[in-house]
């Protein structure tokens, strides 16, 4: 057979596979005929909404459609919701040193200097665009995005959808980038949104803007105000709860009234415990401190001339940060050098960057683990880097896991400072395993790691072990004497959460001098949120004693106020507006 002959062969096989074909499809895309379309005898009839089911549906997809967009617009990058604003600062950028580990190197350095130069006032603006490699396409997209949010929202809002308007309102007082923000529209839909369903956190943005004036949107009108966040309040918002015990404790638009201050924040400390309560073994990790814009710049008078920066007062992180970005240094800078010494193998170094990872700044509170960290030097938290150095530290004392003899592989003539700092690099390997951070929970492994930080008297260890033991976590027996054992071992070493565990023993015990001794010290040494909870209510008990002196009562009212104002406002995890507003100044978000 010639070629020519195979040629016409093969080329009437694809006209026959062609022809084949589109009669399939013809006949997959033929419509049906009127015969087909009526319904068969007996055959059951088509399921047709109704019209308000047809309403309904149309309200959810566009709701649907516009929380995807608000959620996409929300985990924008620092980098990305800079390029929102051009003439912002630069945002932080920790991550160089993890693309480029040899920081000295031609690549690191170029992409630092070309960095630093896209902020340079100097520079003109057609090369900071070629340099950072951001459009204004990119930036027009985004907001593209914000403005159909809004239209979705609107379109499911007109259709009656509650949660939309509420949504509405939300994210028109407290927009994400590339959001405008609306007080008006925002009033509005609060409006709305209470009269239709009563809610309390609407009812709580009523007062706000009834109290404040905020946007010119309506006169101040304390009547107002003090009425919405009463019902607010009565309705369980911690937030209305906060403000109410306030105005009564300050006498705004009410007579001064210590207890009914003392019920209100009684309340919202009530709150804000039970939420402590929902987290892991220990309790929730507690937010990042709020930063006084003031103390960045060193107080009223300045740096050295103020309260805020002199005595002790100077040592306190948030003036450490201002003396350090006055210097030209800031948070990833530091990180940056930790992490060049660590991965060079600095065993200080490597524990020290695995704690900046753990709590996600590079200030801690020096109460402990429990304590949290400082927001003022907040970098993110990263679990899995923390575990990464923490266990690089601990490889150099205990090469394997043993779940039944943790010592069992110690190695031998360990240095001081390496097993120091091995054992307490253990006690948050065992924190992280007891709580589930980054890592699946698992009260064995977490009970290996804290024994082996007890070799050189870690007190998280010691602490973690304390708590492993009083709530039985392993095999569901508790062990009180043990757990006391190890809670007074951490306790003599100063640890405040411990302290809290043993005030806590001796409270339930009815022991109220003993538990009130611990509580106090562990007040001075650094913890921040259950300690005054607890002498909160013991002052509470005071002031409400019927037995008690006029004198007494007033007293233990004020203190009860005080330590309860703390709580409430410390224990706002679902309501962190403070911490959310110091983030978007942070990233020069503020509009």
Same mark, same amino acid.
């Given at each position: 057979?010639?070629?020519?002959?195979?040629?016409?062969?093969?080329?009437?096989?694809?006209?026959?596979?062609?022809?084949?074909?589109?009669?399939?499809? &013809?006949q997959?895309?033929?419509?049906?005929?009127?015969?087909?379309?009526?319904?068969q005898?007996g055959?059951?009839?088509?399921?047709?909404?109704?019209?308000?089911?047809s309403?309904?549906?149309? $309200?959810? #997809?566009a709701?649907?459609?516009?929380?995807?967009?608000?959620?996409?617009?929300?985990? !924008?990058t620092?980098? @990305? $919701?800079?390029?929102?604003y051009?003439?912002?600062?630069?945002?932080?950028?920790?991550?160089?040193?993890?693309?480029?580990?040899?920081?000295?190197?031609?690549?690191?350095?170029?992409?630092?200097?070309?960095?630093?130069?896209?902020?340079?006032?100097?520079?003109?603006?057609?090369?900071?665009?070629?340099?950072?490699?951001r459009?204004?396409?990119?930036?027009?997209e985004?907001k593209?995005r914000?403005?159909?949010?809004?239209?979705?929202?609107?379109?499911?809002?007109?259709?009656?959808?509650?949660?939309?308007?509420?949504?509405?309102?939300?994210?028109?007082?407290?927009?994400?980038?590339?959001?405008?923000?609306?007080?008006?529209?925002?009033?509005?839909?609060?409006?709305?949104?209470?009269?239709?369903t009563?809610n309390?956190?609407?009812?709580?943005? !009523?007062?706000?803007?009834?109290?404040?004036?905020? %946007?010119g949107?309506v006169?101040?009108?304390?009547?107002?105000?003090?009425?919405?966040?009463?019902? #607010?309040?009565?309705?369980?918002?911690?937030?209305?709860?906060?403000?109410?015990?306030?105005?009564?404790?300050?006498?705004?638009?009410?007579?001064?009234?210590?207890?009914a201050?003392?019920?209100?924040?009684?309340?919202?400390?009530?709150?804000?415990?039970?939420?402590f309560?929902?987290?892991?073994?220990?309790?929730r990790?507690?937010?990042?401190?709020?930063?006084?814009?003031?103390?960045?710049e060193?107080?009223?008078?300045?740096p050295?001339?103020?309260?805020?920066?002199?005595?002790s007062?100077?040592?306190?992180?948030?003036?450490r940060?201002?003396?350090s970005?006055?210097?030209?240094?800031? #948070?990833?800078?530091?990180l940056?050098?930790?992490?060049?010494? $660590?991965?060079?193998?600095?065993?200080?170094?490597?524990?020290?960057?695995?704690?900046i990872?753990?709590?996600?700044?590079?200030?801690?509170?020096?109460?402990?683990?429990?304590?949290?960290?400082?927001?003022v030097?907040?970098?993110?938290?990263?679990?899995?880097?923390?575990?990464?150095?923490?266990?690089?530290?601990t490889? !150099?004392?205990?090469p394997?896991?043993?779940?039944?003899?943790?010592?069992?592989?110690?190695?031998?003539?360990?240095?001081?400072h390496?097993?120091?700092?091995?054992?307490?690099?253990? %006690?948050?390997?065992?924190?992280?395993?007891?709580?589930?951070?980054?890592?699946?929970?698992?009260a064995?492994?977490a009970?290996m790691?804290?024994?082996?930080?007890t070799?050189?008297?870690?007190?998280?260890?010691?602490?973690?072990? %304390?708590?492993?033991?009083?709530? %039985?976590?392993?095999?569901?027996k508790?062990?009180?004497?043990?757990?006391?054992?190890?809670?007074?071992?951490?306790?003599?070493?100063?640890?405040?959460?411990?302290?809290?565990?043993?005030?806590?023993?001796?409270?339930?015990?009815?022991?109220? #001098?003993?538990?009130?001794k611990?509580?106090?010290?562990? !007040?001075?040494?650094?913890s921040?949120?259950? &300690?005054y909870?607890y002498?909160?209510?013991?002052?509470?008990? @005071?002031?409400?004693?019927?037995?008690?002196?006029?004198?007494?009562r007033?007293?233990?009212?004020?203190?009860?106020?005080?330590?309860y104002?703390?709580?409430?406002e410390k224990?706002?995890?679902?309501?962190?507006?403070?911490g959310?507003?110091?983030?978007l100044?942070?990233?020069n978000g503020?509009r």
């Amino acid at each position: 057979m010639g070629k020519r002959q195979k040629a016409a062969r093969k080329l009437s096989y694809i006209a026959f596979f062609l022809a084949a074909s589109s009669l399939v499809v &013809a006949q997959v895309v033929e419509p049906p005929t009127q015969e087909q379309q009526q319904p068969q005898e007996g055959a059951a009839p088509v399921d047709q909404k109704s019209p308000e089911q047809s309403q309904a549906a149309e $309200a959810n #997809a566009a709701y649907t459609q516009a929380l995807q967009t608000i959620r996409l617009l929300k985990v !924008l990058t620092p980098s @990305q $919701a800079a390029a929102l604003y051009p003439d912002s600062p630069p945002p932080p950028n920790v991550f160089l040193s993890t693309l480029f580990p040899n920081e000295n190197g031609l690549m690191a350095t170029a992409v630092r200097l070309a960095y630093k130069l896209y902020y340079q006032p100097w520079l003109p603006r057609w090369a900071s665009r070629v340099i950072s490699g951001r459009s204004g396409r990119r930036r027009d997209e985004i907001k593209g995005r914000a403005a159909k949010a809004i239209d979705l929202l609107q379109h499911a809002v007109d259709l009656g959808h509650e949660e939309a308007l509420f949504t509405m309102a939300q994210v028109s007082l407290f927009p994400p980038p590339a959001m405008p923000l609306n007080a008006t529209r925002a009033f509005d839909a609060y409006s709305r949104h209470a009269d239709l369903t009563g809610n309390a956190t609407s009812q709580a943005a !009523l007062g706000f803007f009834h109290a404040t004036g905020y %946007g010119g949107v309506v006169e101040i009108d304390q009547s107002q105000a003090l009425l919405h966040y009463t019902f #607010a309040a009565l309705s369980g918002s911690q937030r209305a709860q906060t403000i109410m015990g306030y105005r009564h404790w300050a006498g705004i638009g009410v007579n001064e009234d210590c207890m009914a201050a003392l019920g209100w924040y009684e309340a919202a400390a009530e709150k804000a415990m039970a939420q402590f309560h929902e987290g892991p073994p220990g309790g929730r990790t507690l937010l990042p401190t709020s930063t006084r814009l003031s103390d960045l710049e060193g107080g009223a008078y300045g740096p050295g001339a103020s309260v805020a920066s002199t005595g002790s007062n100077s040592q306190r992180a948030v003036v450490r940060a201002a003396l350090s970005r006055a210097a030209g240094e800031v #948070a990833e800078d530091v990180l940056e050098y930790y992490q060049y010494h $660590a991965d060079r193998g600095g065993v200080e170094y490597s524990y020290r960057i695995g704690k900046i990872y753990y709590h996600g700044s590079i200030y801690w509170a020096h109460g402990g683990a429990a304590s949290g960290a400082e927001g003022v030097g907040f970098v993110g938290r990263d679990f899995a880097r923390a575990r990464m150095y923490f266990v690089s530290v601990t490889r !150099l004392v205990w090469p394997s896991s043993n779940l039944n003899n943790p010592l069992a592989n110690q190695k031998k003539d360990i240095e001081d400072h390496v097993g120091t700092h091995a054992s307490l690099s253990a %006690g948050y390997l065992g924190r992280m395993y007891l709580r589930g951070e980054g890592v699946k929970k698992d009260a064995r492994i977490a009970k290996m790691w804290f024994e082996r930080g007890t070799v050189w008297g870690d007190r998280e260890s010691h602490n973690g072990l %304390g708590l492993i033991y009083r709530d %039985g976590l392993i095999d569901g027996k508790p062990d009180l004497a043990k757990a006391i054992h190890h809670f007074t071992a951490a306790a003599g070493s100063d640890l405040a959460e411990a302290q809290v565990n043993l005030g806590k023993h001796y409270y339930g015990m009815g022991n109220v #001098a003993q538990a009130t001794k611990y509580f106090d010290s562990a !007040l001075r040494h650094g913890s921040p949120f259950e &300690a005054y909870y607890y002498i909160a209510e013991i002052h509470s008990n @005071q002031a409400h004693d019927p037995e008690a002196t006029p004198a007494v009562r007033s007293g233990s009212c004020g203190l009860a106020v005080s330590f309860y104002k703390m709580v409430a406002e410390k224990g706002v995890w679902n309501d962190n507006l403070i911490g959310e507003a110091e983030r978007l100044w942070d990233f020069n978000g503020v509009r």
